[in-house]
């Protein structure tokens, strides 16, 4: 099937043309803390069919957002990651998210979250906070850590090595600081902010 176009000779237009559809930087959103396999990305994009996130992912690699590579034993399993091109879209997310937070409101009953999806809002809180360095953030059962440095601020899965500092957050909390409505000093009040 051929790609759809804007036909518009304008930069927004052809980056929308690689990755406005519809499920597209949300699948970026889910691979920018490192690979992940099919089966991963399919848990944490409720609502998307597998026949949607198949054609993504295959849109996405032959755009060069994100490349697949066979792993295990066999080789059987694919693990979808980032290229280069992929991870400089993580300024569009935080720009989104940034500008989406006042319209989160109150969870609806039908809102599926996942603790890593504050990520992109936590790790700018701290970024007001911290101007280099590493934090390991805890929400519940999820661990993921923050790298901020003079190139911005980037997101992993796991706690870091040797964290500068811990974040332990509720999700109640995590979204308080993702709508802005607590200050992450507020939040954690036991960090010892440099």
């Known amino acids: 099937m051929p790609r759809r176009s804007y036909d518009h000779y304008c930069a927004a237009s052809r980056a929308l043309d690689v990755v406005g559809d519809r499920w597209s930087l949300l699948v970026v959103r889910e691979l920018c803390p490192g690979p992940r396999r099919y089966s991963d990305l399919f848990a944490d994009l409720p609502g998307i069919s597998t026949d949607v996130l198949a054609a993504r992912l295959k849109d996405l690699e032959r755009d060069g957002i994100l490349t697949r590579q066979r792993v295990g034993p066999r080789a059987t399993t694919a693990v979808y990651e980032l290229t280069p091109a992929g991870a400089a879209l993580r300024p569009v997310l935080e720009a989104l998210s940034d500008w989406g937070a006042g319209l989160l409101g109150k969870r609806r009953p039908t809102d599926a979250v996942r603790a890593h999806w504050f990520a992109l809002p936590i790790g700018r809180a701290v970024a007001q906070r911290l101007t280099a360095g590493t934090v390991t953030v805890h929400i519940g059962e999820t661990v993921f850590h923050l790298v901020v440095d003079d190139t911005g601020i980037t997101h992993h899965d796991g706690p870091a ?34």
């Open 161 to 194: 090595a040797a964290p500068d500092l811990e974040l332990r957050l509720d999700l109640t909390t995590a979204t308080a600081v993702a709508t802005g409505s607590r200050s992450l000093a507020e939040a954690a009040p036991e960090v010892s902010w440099p």
